[in-house]
Protein backbone atom coordinates (compact mmCIF):
# COMPACT_ATOMS: atom_id res chain seq x y z
CA UNK A 1 0.00 0.00 0.00
CA UNK A 2 0.95 3.28 -0.65
CA UNK A 3 2.26 5.47 2.56
CA UNK A 4 1.17 9.25 3.72
CA UNK A 5 4.12 10.62 5.80
CA UNK A 6 3.32 13.61 8.20
CA UNK A 7 5.77 15.47 10.85
CA UNK A 8 4.66 14.32 14.16
CA UNK A 9 4.61 17.73 15.10
CA UNK A 10 4.38 21.67 14.43
CA UNK A 11 4.53 24.87 16.26
CA UNK A 12 3.66 27.85 15.60
CA UNK A 13 3.31 31.36 17.54
CA UNK A 14 -0.40 32.84 17.62
CA UNK A 15 -0.97 34.78 14.73
CA UNK A 16 1.85 32.97 12.81
CA UNK A 17 1.48 31.23 9.21
CA UNK A 18 1.92 27.06 9.56
CA UNK A 19 2.04 24.87 6.67
CA UNK A 20 1.47 21.28 7.52
CA UNK A 21 2.62 18.59 5.06
CA UNK A 22 2.07 14.98 3.49
CA UNK A 23 4.17 13.13 1.13
CA UNK A 24 3.19 10.07 -0.69
CA UNK A 25 2.99 8.47 -4.27
CA UNK A 26 -0.53 8.47 -4.09
CA UNK A 27 -0.62 12.38 -4.21
CA UNK A 28 1.12 12.49 -7.15
CA UNK A 29 -2.74 11.48 -8.69
CA UNK A 30 -4.88 12.26 -6.22
CA UNK A 31 -5.66 15.76 -3.99
CA UNK A 32 -4.87 15.03 -0.38
CA UNK A 33 -7.98 15.81 2.02
CA UNK A 34 -7.08 17.26 5.37
CA UNK A 35 -9.07 16.38 8.84
CA UNK A 36 -8.84 18.35 12.21
CA UNK A 37 -9.55 16.62 15.41
CA UNK A 38 -9.88 17.63 18.58
CA UNK A 39 -9.50 15.84 21.80
CA UNK A 40 -12.30 13.65 22.36
CA UNK A 41 -13.93 14.49 18.70
CA UNK A 42 -14.37 12.82 15.65
CA UNK A 43 -12.69 14.53 12.59
CA UNK A 44 -13.29 17.35 10.60
CA UNK A 45 -13.06 18.20 6.82
CA UNK A 46 -11.16 21.24 6.63
CA UNK A 47 -9.40 21.25 2.68
CA UNK A 48 -10.72 19.11 0.35
CA UNK A 49 -9.85 19.02 -3.66
CA UNK A 50 -7.17 21.57 -4.65
CA UNK A 51 -7.55 23.74 -2.25
CA UNK A 52 -11.54 23.69 -1.16
CA UNK A 53 -13.05 24.52 2.13
CA UNK A 54 -15.91 23.34 3.91
CA UNK A 55 -18.78 25.88 4.55
CA UNK A 56 -18.06 26.84 8.49
CA UNK A 57 -14.23 26.36 7.72
CA UNK A 58 -12.31 29.76 8.42
CA UNK A 59 -10.39 31.06 5.73
CA UNK A 60 -7.37 31.23 7.23
CA UNK A 61 -6.78 27.71 6.33
CA UNK A 62 -5.90 26.50 2.51
CA UNK A 63 -4.56 23.96 0.86
CA UNK A 64 -2.08 23.15 -2.14
CA UNK A 65 0.19 20.77 -3.83
CA UNK A 66 2.61 19.63 -5.79
CA UNK A 67 4.30 16.47 -6.64
CA UNK A 68 3.66 13.90 -4.03
CA UNK A 69 3.51 16.91 -1.31
CA UNK A 70 0.15 18.23 -0.29
CA UNK A 71 0.23 21.20 2.39
CA UNK A 72 -2.16 22.84 4.84
CA UNK A 73 -1.25 26.27 5.46
CA UNK A 74 -3.07 27.75 8.54
CA UNK A 75 -2.52 31.87 7.63
CA UNK A 76 -2.77 33.61 11.32
CA UNK A 77 -3.28 30.62 13.88
CA UNK A 78 -5.07 30.79 16.25
CA UNK A 79 -5.77 28.87 19.80
CA UNK A 80 -8.97 27.31 18.67
CA UNK A 81 -6.32 25.73 15.82
CA UNK A 82 -4.47 23.87 18.15
CA UNK A 83 -5.26 19.79 17.24
CA UNK A 84 -4.09 16.84 15.57
CA UNK A 85 -3.95 17.14 11.34
CA UNK A 86 -4.52 14.41 9.21
CA UNK A 87 -4.76 13.83 5.33
CA UNK A 88 -5.78 11.06 3.67
CA UNK A 89 -5.90 9.35 -0.22
CA UNK A 90 -6.50 6.91 -1.97
CA UNK A 91 -4.03 3.94 -2.39
CA UNK A 92 -3.19 1.75 -5.81
CA UNK A 93 -5.45 -1.05 -4.50
CA UNK A 94 -7.95 0.90 -4.02
CA UNK A 95 -7.74 1.47 -0.02
CA UNK A 96 -7.89 4.85 1.76
CA UNK A 97 -4.84 5.66 3.56
CA UNK A 98 -4.48 8.09 6.32
CA UNK A 99 -1.36 10.16 7.21
CA UNK A 100 0.54 9.75 10.83
CA UNK A 101 -0.97 13.01 11.79
CA UNK A 102 0.68 15.58 12.75
CA UNK A 103 -0.11 17.68 16.55
CA UNK A 104 -0.08 21.12 15.92
CA UNK A 105 0.36 23.06 19.04
CA UNK A 106 -0.23 27.02 18.93
CA UNK A 107 2.34 28.99 21.34
CA UNK B 1 -28.82 15.78 5.80
CA UNK B 2 -27.07 12.62 6.64
CA UNK B 3 -26.39 12.02 10.30
CA UNK B 4 -24.76 8.77 11.63
CA UNK B 5 -25.20 7.44 15.35
CA UNK B 6 -23.45 4.85 16.44
CA UNK B 7 -23.90 2.18 19.30
CA UNK B 8 -22.71 2.94 22.97
CA UNK B 9 -19.06 1.73 24.16
CA UNK B 10 -18.61 -1.78 24.54
CA UNK B 11 -15.77 -4.50 26.63
CA UNK B 12 -14.73 -7.41 24.95
CA UNK B 13 -12.40 -10.41 26.45
CA UNK B 14 -9.36 -11.49 24.41
CA UNK B 15 -10.29 -13.62 21.75
CA UNK B 16 -14.17 -12.71 21.01
CA UNK B 17 -16.01 -10.35 19.03
CA UNK B 18 -17.85 -7.47 18.86
CA UNK B 19 -20.33 -5.74 16.98
CA UNK B 20 -20.56 -2.02 16.47
CA UNK B 21 -24.10 -0.29 14.67
CA UNK B 22 -24.13 3.38 12.47
CA UNK B 23 -27.56 4.02 12.56
CA UNK B 24 -28.35 6.45 9.30
CA UNK B 25 -30.92 9.35 9.02
CA UNK B 26 -31.66 11.89 6.39
CA UNK B 27 -29.45 10.24 3.46
CA UNK B 28 -30.05 8.38 0.77
CA UNK B 29 -29.57 4.84 2.46
CA UNK B 30 -28.91 2.70 -0.47
CA UNK B 31 -26.16 4.91 -2.34
CA UNK B 32 -24.59 6.04 0.73
CA UNK B 33 -21.04 4.75 0.94
CA UNK B 34 -19.75 4.24 4.69
CA UNK B 35 -16.70 3.15 5.67
CA UNK B 36 -15.37 2.43 8.81
CA UNK B 37 -12.28 3.66 10.48
CA UNK B 38 -10.79 3.04 13.78
CA UNK B 39 -8.45 5.20 16.53
CA UNK B 40 -6.33 3.55 18.96
CA UNK B 41 -5.64 5.47 22.03
CA UNK B 42 -3.40 8.35 20.94
CA UNK B 43 -2.74 6.72 17.61
CA UNK B 44 -3.65 7.93 14.29
CA UNK B 45 -7.04 7.03 12.13
CA UNK B 46 -7.11 4.09 10.41
CA UNK B 47 -9.30 2.69 7.76
CA UNK B 48 -10.83 -1.22 8.03
CA UNK B 49 -13.13 -1.06 5.23
CA UNK B 50 -16.33 0.17 4.07
CA UNK B 51 -20.10 -0.68 1.72
CA UNK B 52 -22.47 0.49 -0.45
CA UNK B 53 -25.88 -1.11 0.03
CA UNK B 54 -26.67 -0.34 -3.51
CA UNK B 55 -23.75 -2.71 -4.56
CA UNK B 56 -23.28 -4.81 -1.67
CA UNK B 57 -20.12 -6.22 -1.58
CA UNK B 58 -18.10 -4.46 1.01
CA UNK B 59 -14.48 -3.99 0.84
CA UNK B 60 -11.91 -4.78 3.78
CA UNK B 61 -8.50 -3.36 4.13
CA UNK B 62 -5.88 -6.09 3.41
CA UNK B 63 -4.97 -6.04 7.68
CA UNK B 64 -8.37 -6.45 8.68
CA UNK B 65 -9.70 -9.23 6.03
CA UNK B 66 -10.87 -12.28 7.81
CA UNK B 67 -11.40 -10.66 10.55
CA UNK B 68 -13.85 -8.30 9.61
CA UNK B 69 -17.05 -8.10 8.73
CA UNK B 70 -19.17 -5.13 6.99
CA UNK B 71 -22.74 -5.48 6.34
CA UNK B 72 -25.58 -3.04 5.78
CA UNK B 73 -29.49 -3.54 7.17
CA UNK B 74 -31.44 -1.80 4.43
CA UNK B 75 -34.68 -2.01 6.76
CA UNK B 76 -33.53 -0.42 9.43
CA UNK B 77 -30.85 2.02 8.02
CA UNK B 78 -28.21 0.76 10.20
CA UNK B 79 -24.90 -0.58 8.97
CA UNK B 80 -22.53 -2.81 11.23
CA UNK B 81 -19.35 -3.73 11.35
CA UNK B 82 -17.98 -6.81 13.51
CA UNK B 83 -14.58 -8.02 13.98
CA UNK B 84 -13.44 -11.36 15.74
CA UNK B 85 -10.51 -12.33 17.21
CA UNK B 86 -10.18 -9.48 19.03
CA UNK B 87 -6.86 -8.98 20.98
CA UNK B 88 -5.53 -6.21 23.66
CA UNK B 89 -4.08 -3.83 20.19
CA UNK B 90 -7.90 -3.69 18.95
CA UNK B 91 -8.74 -1.26 21.89
CA UNK B 92 -9.66 1.95 19.53
CA UNK B 93 -12.74 4.48 19.12
CA UNK B 94 -14.31 3.03 16.38
CA UNK B 95 -16.25 5.44 13.52
CA UNK B 96 -18.52 4.84 11.10
CA UNK B 97 -18.38 7.87 8.19
CA UNK B 98 -19.78 8.50 4.65
CA UNK B 99 -17.10 8.15 2.27
CA UNK B 100 -17.32 9.68 -1.27
CA UNK B 101 -15.33 11.73 -3.55
CA UNK B 102 -14.60 14.74 -5.32
CA UNK B 103 -13.35 15.94 -8.85
CA UNK B 104 -11.07 18.98 -9.17
CA UNK B 105 -10.88 19.02 -13.13
CA UNK B 106 -10.48 15.07 -12.91
CA UNK B 107 -8.38 14.67 -9.90
CA UNK B 108 -9.89 13.21 -7.37
CA UNK B 109 -9.87 14.14 -3.05
CA UNK B 110 -11.22 11.85 -0.93
CA UNK B 111 -13.90 12.99 1.34
CA UNK B 112 -14.89 11.62 4.87
CA UNK B 113 -18.27 12.99 6.03
CA UNK B 114 -20.50 13.75 7.89
CA UNK B 115 -18.96 10.95 11.10
CA UNK B 116 -20.66 9.33 13.66
CA UNK B 117 -19.95 10.14 17.11
CA UNK B 118 -17.32 6.69 17.49
CA UNK B 119 -17.72 3.74 19.38
CA UNK B 120 -15.09 2.68 22.30
CA UNK B 121 -14.37 -0.87 22.40
CA UNK B 122 -12.34 -1.82 24.90
CA UNK B 123 -10.53 -5.65 24.50
CA UNK B 124 -9.42 -6.76 28.36
CA UNK B 125 -9.09 -9.87 29.99
Known amino acids: SSELTQDPAVAVALGQTVRVTCQGD??????ATWYQQKPGQAPVVVIY???HRPSGIPDRFSGSSSGNIGSLTITGAQTEDEADYYCVSRDNSGDWVFGGGTKLTVL | QLQLVQSGAEVRKPGSSVKVSCKASGGTFSSDSISWVRQAPGQGLEWMGG????????SYAQKFQGRVTIIADDSTSTFYMELSSLRSEDTAVYYCAKDGYYSDRGRYSWVFDPWGQGTLVTVSS
Open chain 1, 26 to 31: SLRKYY
Open chain 2, 51 to 58: IIPLFGTP
Open chain 1, 49 to 51: GED
